[in-house]
């Protein structure tokens, strides 16, 4: 029994959108000086506008920066798309030839107003036969509501719900097709399926090629039925953490962004096989909240985590590689260190950096560093860089004292208004803490500016 209807959703199922939305926010977040990441990104993937902008206003606390950054990211989303950067997922036009050949009707149901989509589809300069749209202009809640996947069902005939199956590839849409009743097939972009979104998908498939050339089987037909009889009896084609999928992630977007999960697990896979690189994962994770906490396991932990007779000195390779790997020369003030050798040492980490970065080294009573944080990220001033920020990491290192310090990407190190603006700022909520600020350096390439040195502290 095949699918007499297929729902699509847009992003990041028939184009590869995604990347380009991202692209879109995080030039937005820089131009403002929002600290903004593929992690913060992804928990947005699925949802409507209006969620995120509600969301982003309780995170960051100010409604008219996120309205700024909305807008922002709304204009610089068409310039992209015309450029060209908005293309199909793999496996697209090869699906929807095979629904055309068997005379499938498909049709999309995106969060997207109609205008957006209209000029996505024009910019392609290509039919893509779907039979019906159903946008934002057309429903009053967005997923994880079922209203667009029920109104898109609806108005595209209503065949039985169990013979009409819906694509997606975040949670918010796989809830609204479960709450809707419609069999669902996820094929992941930016996320990895959630332990529900495995348990409650007719399949899990790592692209659109690969769910066509699952279509066209003829076991399909059992595998449907089943699913329809049994409640959900799921065909998992894709492990819950894929290796190429995640190098994938890696190669676009860098290390940083992958989550704690998705790091260990890629790490294990250079010792053990996908299965026991899985388990480990499952393992730790069921037990442990981060990978913070892998310092503090006993040898006998370790042990218990890894498969019998499996390589149980891997951890401890890792962990010596990783303390060695990680040694670089120590920050200390007092009779070791002045703000000269931080200022030299600040330079060479963020002399040539082409954006504005704030970091915070916190010390103790004896002038030991406690902590080396980055702050912020973008164009700094004296709005966008709040002292609670900074204090927040003092508060939490029990630090006595702090020194800030940030780059000027033209390399001239002489301050600003809002540098100064920003240090009269820190140094009197320093005050109000007991929380004192001995110095601010800027820093450029090979060259610094300590103001304790240039008599701006007193």
């Known amino acids: 029994m095949k699918p007499e209807l297929v729902i699509f959703d847009m992003d990041g199922v028939v184009f590869d959108s995604e990347k380009v ?21 992804r928990r ?29 990211s709304f204009n ?23 629904l055309q050949k068997t005379q499938t009707p498909y049709v999309l149901a995106s969060s997207n107003d109609r205008h957006q989509i209209d000029f996505y589809l024009q910019t392609l300069k290509m039919d893509l036969g779907f039979d019906l749209i159903i946008s934002a202009d057309d429903v ?15 108005q595209a005939g209503h065949p039985a719900k169990e013979k009409t199956l819906v694509i997606e590839d975040s949670h918010n849409g796989i809830v609204a097709a479960n709450r809707a009743g419609i069999p669902v097939a996820m094929v992941p972009d930016l996320i990895q399926p959630t332990e529900y979104d495995s348990k409650n998908t007719f399949g899990v498939f790592k692209d659109l090629q690969e769910l066509n050339n699952i279509l066209k089987l003829k076991k399909l037909n059992l595998t449907f039925s089943a699913y329809i009889l049994l409640g959900g009896v799921k065909m998992t084609l894709i492990n819950s953490f894929d290796i190429n999928f995640l190098a994938d992630q890696i190669e676009h977007y860098g290390t940083q962004e992958l989550t ?9 896979c250079s010792a053990f096989s996908k299965r026991d690189a899985t388990t480990i994962t499952g393992k730790f994770f069921s037990q442990y909240e981060d990978l913070e906490q892998m310092q503090y396991l006993t040898d006998q932990e370790i ?31 007092g009779t070791v260190y002045s703000s000269k050798k931080i200022g030299e040492y600040m330079s060479q980490m963020y002399g040539c950096a082409k954006q504005e970065h704030l970091v915070g080294i916190y010390l103790d009573t004896k002038n030991q560093v406690l902590l080396q944080k980055s702050i912020f990220k973008g ?38 208004k809002n540098d100064l603006a920003l240090t009269d700022r820190l140094l009197e909520c320093g005050e109000m803490l007991g929380i004192t600020l001995l110095d601010h350096i800027i820093v450029g ?14």
């Not at 009053?140 to 609806?154: D, G, R, V």
């Not at 704690?260 to 294990?268: G, S």
């Open 303 to 333: 042990r218990d985590l890894l498969p019998e007779n499996q390589k149980n000195w891997f951890f401890e390779v890792l962990s010596e590689f990783a303390q060695r790997f990680e040694k670089r020369p120590s920050l200390a003030l």
């Open 260 to 268: 704690d999960r998705e790091l260990l697990f890629c790490v294990c």
């Open 21 to 41: 939305y991202y692209t879109a926010n995080k030039m937005a977040a820089d131009e403002l000086g929002m600290e903004y990441s593929m992690e913060y990104y």
């Open 140 to 154: 009053k809640q967005a997923k994880p509501s079922s209203e667009i996947f029920n109104q898109a069902w609806e």
């Open 445 to 458: 390439d090979n060259s610094y500016l300590s103001m304790r040195e240039e008599e701006l502290i007193a």
């Open 44 to 72: 947005f993937i699925g949802a409507g506008n209006e969620q995120m902008v509600t969301a982003m206003t309780a995170d960051f606390g100010d409604s008219k920066l996120i309205k700024k950054f909305m807008e922002r």
């Open 379 to 416: 164009t700094l001033n004296s709005a966008t860089v709040h002292p609670r920020e900074i204090f927040k990491e003092a508060v939490k290192c029990s630090a006595a004292r702090f020194m800030v310090v940030h780059n000027h990407p033209s390399g001239n190190v002489t301050p600003s």
């Open 76 to 98: 610089l989303i068409d310039p992209l798309v015309s450029a060209g950067k908005m293309e199909l997922k793999k496996g697209f036009l090869e699906l929807t030839s095979f």
